[in-house]
């Protein structure tokens, strides 16, 4: 049970206890404040019935005691305790016995006040002394101290037990509280930066026939709030953390790949993730000019870790470009301009006079899905520099041009069956031949003016071909797209890239797929995520096994998945709005709808999105017919 608002973070197990084990606690910036919080009702620890997530940020766990002197089945005592990603606990005992009821309550508490990654490669170190301090207990380490605070104050406070205790006389009917208050001494109330009154994303939500589309869009949204982070040297500008717990930090290629899949909830997320990454932009003369640097990412069992920085660097013109055609106001799109143009000139670099962008690393592989993100900023960046009078959009069009007939022709591998694209060529010119997910960044061609696809590295028979490999069981799990397709050398239902079901990847095909006509395959993996999403509580994790859907089955949860992720809900986002097919040129003065036709989900309205910085509502029937029902003023529908 994860509750997250950065940079506060609280993890428990069903059960409610936190025991010190694991990673249980409560942490702050990815610090563990509190590791071990027990509680004890009359001398036994309550028995839970019920452990619930009630928003993201917050859990509720239910438990009930029988405290009366007759024997009976019954438990005439609940205890409930809401626990916040703040640093805050509230314990309440009510009581149905027909007597009153002297309750003694005691609440044993500890810490280590270690590091999560620390905590996360089992070398967290003992717990610390404790001392009484104000109205509670107090820890102090190398690194800082934390507190507990209880109110009301207990009637006594141990240090050497580490424990607080109180005793409450209940009424028949009556209930009694305490809150504890976890704080970082020296540091203010935490304020998460999803919590703000005017927060970057706004509160669409969903209705229509099927009512698990409602729950996924507004869990998605509430996840995507608890992961926003402030860039700290310019606190008006918000990104996305990576993912809880394992990953709060800013991943520059997964926050713009967020910030993208989430511009239907408006584009002031896409706006500070892009002027955060701009700031961390190298400008060093050499060839690695312009870059956003990033980690190295597992790339499964058949290619060598890619590099996520070059990931970035190519998404960030493509949203920028994107941004603005949803209605990114031109001071900031010029504001930003500067930056996106020394991603393009990175890449023209990077290309040189061959055709490929190489892997940044000496004797790396052309990958399949790099030469997919270069294709799409080469198009995107070009539209973006015409619209704004700047030089350079032509040559990016003419090399773009090549790169499609170079790849049609070598990295497309022929076969009886139709073929497949190539997942890379090795620097000795061997193409490898296995089929996974990152194949789906060819059909994310992105958008252009007018509400039209820019055209990508496929023709339209190869996109047909690539449709059917997505579409058939080995792909698709029936709970989403495998990362590797099951029979591949290597696959693995839990690999990270060896055959476990990427929520983010699916979505780009549900979406690609969608756009291209291929509704079937696209309707078939849309279904595919929602019946998941519903096991995880309508909150999805990054990934999750590829094993093949059964009747009466679930998927099965990845040990190492971050739950919530960015990219995740996120792609909730663009599976949701992609049965609108919602395609905005605000500088045009237009929105386009290219509805999924067959209507899988049967009706949906989608109220409380955002075009042109105003609300956009819209409605697809059972018929597959589309309608705005409110747009920004002069906002037309466009072809």
């Keep these: 049970m994860i509750c997250v608002a950065l940079p506060g973070l609280a993890i428990s197990a069903e059960h409610g206890q936190l025991t010190g084990r694991g990673l249980e606690g409560f942490y702050r910036a990815g610090r563990r404040l509190l590791s071990r919080c027990r509680l004890r009702v009359a001398g036994r620890e309550p028995l839970v019935v019920q452990a619930r997530m009630v928003a993201a940020d917050s859990v509720r766990f239910v438990a009930t005691l029988r ?238 870790p890619g590099c996520t920085g070059t990931e970035a660097t190519l998404l960030f013109p493509a949203l920028l470009a994107e941004a603005r055609r949803w209605g990114l106001p031109e001071h900031e799109t010029e504001q930003l301009l500067p930056a996106a143009e020394r991603c393009l000139v990175w890449l023209r670099t990077a290309v040189g006079k061959g055709t490929y962008l190489p892997d940044p690393q000496p004797g790396g592989p052309l990958r399949c899905e790099t030469q997919a993100h270069a294709h799409r900023a080469a198009l995107l960046g070009a539209d973006l520099l015409d619209a704004c009078g700047r030089p350079g959009g032509a040559a990016l069009r003419e090399w773009a041009e090549e790169l499609r007939t170079a790849f049609r022709e070598e990295l497309w591998i022929d076969g009886p069956g139709g073929g497949r694209p190539a997942a890379a060529r090795t620097p000795d010119g061997r193409l490898v031949p296995y089929l996974g997910a990152a194949a789906v960044h060819l059909l994310d061609t992105g958008l252009l003016g007018g509400g039209t696809r820019a055209p990508g590295l496929l023709d339209e028979a190869r996109t047909g071909q690539l449709a059917r490999l997505l579409g058939s069981p080995v792909m698709d799990s029936g709970w989403g797209l495998r990362g590797l397709g099951a029979g591949e050398a290597g696959y693995n239902p839990f690999g990270h890239r060896a055959g476990a079901v990427r929520v983010h990847e699916t979505a780009i095909a549900v979406a690609g797929l969608g756009g291209a006509g291929y509704e079937k395959e696209a309707s078939a993996l849309l279904r595919g995520v929602l019946a998941a999403a519903g096991t995880f509580g309508h909150r999805l994790p990054e990934m999750y096994a590829g094993e093949q859907r059964a009747e009466g089955s679930a998927p099965l949860p990845h040990p190492a998945a971050c739950r919530p992720a960015a990219t995740a809900a996120a792609a909730a986002v663009l599976l949701v709005t992609t049965l609108a097919g919602i395609r905005p040129d605000v500088p045009s003065g237009t929105v386009a709808l290219r509805p999924v036709r067959s209507a899988p989900l049967g009706e949906i309205a989608l109220t409380g999105l955002r075009v042109a910085e105003a609300p956009l509502s819209v409605r697809v029937s059972r018929l597959g017919l589309a309608l705005v029902e409110e747009a920004a003023d002069g906002l037309q529908l466009g072809g």
Excluded at 126 to 142: C, I, K, N, T, Y
Excluded at 168 to 196: C, K, N, Q, T, Y
Excluded at 213 to 219: D, F, K
């Design 67 to 304: 405290a009366s002197s007759p024997a009976g089945p019954d438990p005439d005592v609940v205890v409930e305790r809401t626990r916040h990603a703040d640093g805050t606990e509230r314990i309440t005992l009510r009581s149905s016995a027909p007597r009153p009821l002297r309750l003694p309550v005691e609440v044993a508490l500890g810490t280590d006040l270690a590091e999560l990654g620390a905590i996360a490669s089992g070398a967290a170190g003992p717990e610390l002394s404790a001392d009484v301090h104000a109205f509670g207990l107090r820890w102090s380490g190398p690194t800082g101290s934390s507190s507990v605070t209880a109110d009301p104050p207990p009637a006594d406070a141990l240090a050497s037990a580490g424990l607080l205790r109180w005793e409450f006389e209940i009424p028949p009917g009556g209930s009694a509280s305490v809150e504890l208050r976890v704080r970082l001494d020296g540091a203010g109330r935490l304020r998460a930066a999803g919590h703000a009154a005017t927060g970057p994303l706004a509160a669409a939500r969903a209705t229509g026939d099927d009512p698990a589309v409602a729950a996924l869009l507004r869990t998605s949204i509430e996840d995507l709030r608890s992961l926003l982070l402030r860039d700290p040297a310019h606190p008006a500008d918000t990104h996305l953390a990576a993912g809880a717990p394992w990953r709060c930090g800013l991943a520059p290629a997964e926050a713009l790949a967020a910030a993208r899949m989430a511009l239907p909830l408006g584009t002031r997320l896409a706006a500070g993730t892009l002027r955060t990454l701009a700031r961390v932009q190298l400008r060093d003369p050499g060839p690695r000019f312009g870059m956003i640097p990033g980690p190295r990412r597992d790339a499964g069992p058949h290619l060598p």
